[in-house]
């Protein structure tokens, strides 16, 4: 199997001509190689490959499985192979490896996949681009100048730029959406406790993350979803292992009652301006809905958007500080000597001085909103609203700059982060980092299902994703309904051209 034949199919694509004798794995096998050894240089999505250790798993995958054969990457982050490097995108970690497989591995190994190597991340995923210090920037494959998003960035530059037809991906505020929107690709946050995170993890950032995968095809980001959810020994989530999300792509979804939003009830506080183009694919999409037959009504999400910014970023600094003391704990290391980023340092000493109250403050206010959203959906299926404010970045562009960086080493003078906090800081963190990319965090506050679908390519060839939130526990209607969007837009005819072998 050449390259460009292996690009030309998605996950169950590939699964089939295995099975029908067409291909064998190991030519599946030899042709992802090749894709990454030729193009992974440009592209840098990986941090790491196991391509002797995956061939060697390889050989005992069953046939049956739904995606037997097929390559896949899991992310420098929080999904664990036993005794492999997993370096959460900094160099504090560099050295240090798992103790133990994650249950997300063993599920994905038992869906048939192959997996050849990890995706690159920001440092501890904190970033919705991808430039860590400790490792290579992943591009976009769709213009190498712009940023491909974060945190799975490495993972959605891997699968638009075709080096395998789907790739793990994780979302704590939009960190698979917002990627997917970057790069062109298919891109769903399952709800809160759909996919188990342990033996390592109960719930990360309170239950904000959620892991699961960018993909081109909805039907591959189904069948993954019916393979890996459920709660599994110990979790914190008692949600049972459920079926019938391949099965719900069959037929498109009765007529929804989809509720329109440009997200300004999230985005006005924090001072965002929305890109035209955004605009206009939000706009485009509802039409193209209406026309399917579905209801279609302009009406705002019911939140107050500062306070939910707020509430993120407590929840977030209160994390971070964690993160630092378990990392310190694994490698020996004194926090005040980890090798980290000064963004990182700067969040965790703002964290170390957060009031247990405010701390949980916000979790209730994370609460409100996911009792507001309830009753939205008593009213409308679905919401459709932005994903981001604009298409991809440039490189660099949104990294801290050095005169910010400076500003940060100064909150290592003892008092001085519990003066910035009262003095503001946070409200202008909420707005620093969020203005970009304010409305994914409200599904991942409130635990619902969310998706970003590639609807819109601007003049200057950069794609734009527009989200659909669905009600907790929904993703078979939202499947459905990104289906019926794909079957009618037929978005994998926009690819980038390495993507299509150019």
């Not at 096998?29 to 999505?45: G, K, V, W």
Request: proline share 9%.
């Amino acid at each position: 199997m050449e390259v460009d034949e292996y690009r030309r199919h998605d996950g169950l694509g590939l699964a089939e001509l295995i099975r029908r004798g067409e291909v064998s794995r190991g030519e599946v096998f030899d042709a992802a190689s090749a894709a990454i050894e030729r193009d992974n240089p440009h592209l840098r999505a990986l941090v790491r490959t196991r391509f002797e250790r995956a061939r060697s798993e390889a050989e005992g995958i069953d046939l049956t499985a739904p995606l037997a054969g097929v390559p896949t990457l899991t992310k420098d982050l929080l999904m664990a192979l036993e005794g492999e490097p997993l370096a959460f995108g900094s160099a504090a970690l560099a050295e240090w490896k798992a103790p133990v497989e994650s249950t997300l591995v063993a599920r994905v190994r038992a869906a048939g996949l192959a997996i050849l190597g990890q995706t690159a991340t920001p440092e501890l995923g904190l970033m919705g681009i991808t430039e860590p210090r400790a490792f290579p920037h992943p591009v976009n494959p769709w213009d190498p100048q712009h940023s491909p998003g974060g945190s799975s960035g490495g993972a959605a530059a891997a699968v638009a730029g075709g080096l395998v037809p789907l790739a793990m991906a994780g979302d704590g505020g939009g960190s698979i959406r917002i990627p997917a929107a970057y790069c062109g690709l298919f891109g769903l946050k399952p709800s809160r406790g759909r996919v188990p995170q342990g033996p390592l993890h109960g719930e990360v950032w309170r239950g904000a993350v959620v892991e699961h995968a960018v993909t081109r095809s909805v039907r591959d980001s189904a069948a993954l979803l019916e393979t890996i959810n459920g709660m599994d020994e110990g979790g914190p989530y008692p949600v049972p292992r459920e079926r019938g999300f391949l099965a719900a792509l069959e037929r498109p979804p009765e007529p929804l009652r989809i509720a329109v939003s440009l997200g300004e009830p999230l985005s006005k506080p924090l001072g965002t301006r929305l890109d035209p183009e955004v605009r206009l694919a939000v706009e485009e999409a509802a039409r193209t809905l209406e026309g399917l037959g579905h209801h279609v009504e302009w009406a705002d999400p019911p939140v107050d958007g500062e306070r939910l910014a707020n509430a993120y970023l407590t929840l977030y600094l209160g994390h971070v500080t964690a993160d630092l003391a378990w990392i310190s704990r694994e490698t020996g290391v004194p926090v005040s000597r980890l090798d980290i980023e000064p963004s990182t340092r700067a969040i965790a000493r703002l964290g170390n001085h957060l009031p247990v109250r405010d701390y949980e403050l916000a979790k209730r206010d994370w609460n409100a909103a996911a009792r507001a959203m309830g009753a939205f959906h008593r009213r409308f299926d679905v919401l459709l609203m932005p994903v981001t404010a604009a298409p991809a970045p440039r490189l660099g562009e949104l990294y801290p700059p050095a005169w910010q960086q400076r500003l940060m080493a100064l909150l290592a003078i003892p008092a001085l982060p519990r003066l910035a906090l009262k003095a503001g800081m946070l409200g202008q963190l909420a707005r620093d980092a969020l203005s970009r990319t304010p409305y994914t965090q409200l599904a991942n506050l409130t635990g619902q299902p969310a998706m970003s679908l590639p609807l819109h390519v601007t003049p200057q060839g950069l794609p734009v994703g527009v989200q659909v939130v669905g009600s907790m526990g929904d993703e078979r209607r939202l499947l459905a309904l990104a289906a019926q969007l794909e079957a009618e837009v037929q978005w994998q005819r926009h690819l980038p051209r390495v993507a299509q072998g150019g």
